[in-house]
């Protein structure tokens, strides 16, 4: 637990902090925003929608960031679609990414976009796609609203196409012949 979840008003003033071992090489963190490799995750998804992927070097466990050389690890960018308080006082958030087939660390789970001082709260995050159940999450804000930018982790490359539960139906149909290429260009690989 670091001071910015025991005291969130800091998140106005302080970055927060993040297990550097989980992010892929050179990520940093701002107020509002995590950056890998000079790529500002809030601009990606600006630029790409989502959700949406970002690979880089692995970095290796217990080194203060060093990169690996035959490692990677990803991001996903994934927007907020629905928030709901359960009577237990957790929040229930759905998002537009699908996160059963990527292996994600779950406790770096960050707000991105913009900057929360409230509380912190216990969350049940549910993919998008294909009903699975919902991950647990012991911190999370607990001002969370549709349209927020939520990022998180993990080890090995995630693929757009398994993230992406539209894409995946896209990949589906592009195994038939009749119909259009959904491959085609159309700006971060989308």
């Known amino acids: 637990m670091t001071l910015t979840h025991i005291i969130p008003s800091l998140r106005a003033s302080v970055p927060n902090p993040l297990g550097q071992d989980l992010w892929p090489e050179f990520t940093t963190t ?3 925003d995590v950056t890998v490799a000079g790529v500002s995750l809030t601009r990606l998804a600006e630029w790409c929608g989502t959700p949406c992927v970002h690979t880089a070097a692995a970095v290796i466990p217990g080194t203060g960031g060093m990169p690996s050389a035959t490692e990677v690890a ?19 958030v759905w998002i537009d990414a699908r996160l059963t087939d990527a292996p994600v660390a779950i406790e770096e789970l960050r707000m991105i ?21 919902p991950v647990r ?28 539960p539209h894409r995946r139906h896209l990949h589906d149909e592009a195994t038939d012949p009749s119909t259009p290429d959904p491959w085609t260009p159309a700006g971060c690989g989308r």
């Open 30 to 32: 701002s107020l509002s």
């Open 74 to 92: 990803s991001v996903i960018v994934t927007r907020v679609t629905q928030v709901a308080t359960a009577a237990d006082g957790a929040i229930d």
């Open 113 to 133: 976009g913009r900057v929360s001082t409230a509380s912190d709260s216990r969350a049940r995050i549910h993919s998008a796609g294909e009903a699975a159940a």
């Open 137 to 164: 999450v012991d911190e999370l804000v607990s001002d969370l609203r549709v349209g927020d930018l939520l990022v998180l982790p993990c080890r090995g490359a995630a693929l757009l196409r398994e993230v992406d």
